[in-house]
């Protein structure tokens, strides 16, 4: 994750159609370490990146409209954009992927 212009850059790791949506974990990726979003949505019509855009938002506790794809809408790796995030967002992040959040 990284911060520019008021803009956080998260790198994710989509798990599409599982059985229980969860965010969690960490999963080393093409874009460094990615927060790993499990959704319940599969892999069609951009339906399990609408999920995880969702989820991430729900999961850093800010409204999905802040949230948007930047890269990765045919791909598990993606990155989001995060406009504006709140001072500590980062470290919610942090927790999230690299554990003790749980």
């Given at each position: 994750?990284?911060?520019?212009?008021d803009?956080?850059?998260?790198?994710?790791r989509?798990?599409?159609?599982?059985?229980?949506?969860r965010?969690?974990?960490?999963?080393?990726?093409?874009?460094?370490?990615?927060l790993v979003?499990?959704?319940?949505?599969?892999?069609?019509?951009?339906?399990?990146?609408?999920?995880?855009?969702?989820?991430?938002?729900?999961?850093l506790?800010?409204?999905?409209a802040?949230?948007?794809?930047?890269?990765g809408?045919?791909?598990?790796d993606?990155?989001?954009?995060?406009?504006?995030?709140?001072?500590?967002?980062s470290?919610?992040?942090?927790?999230?992927r690299?554990?003790?959040?749980?």
């Amino acid at each position: 994750m990284t911060t520019v212009d008021d803009t956080l850059t998260v790198a994710v790791r989509v798990k599409p159609g599982v059985s229980r949506a969860r965010v969690g974990g960490r999963h080393d990726g093409p874009h460094g370490p990615a927060l790993v979003i499990a959704v319940t949505a599969p892999a069609v019509d951009g339906r399990a990146t609408e999920a995880a855009r969702r989820a991430l938002a729900d999961a850093l506790g800010i409204r999905p409209a802040v949230v948007s794809l930047r890269t990765g809408a045919a791909s598990r790796d993606k990155l989001f954009l995060v406009e504006r995030p709140a001072p500590g967002l980062s470290e919610v992040l942090r927790r999230l992927r690299d554990g003790s959040a749980e």
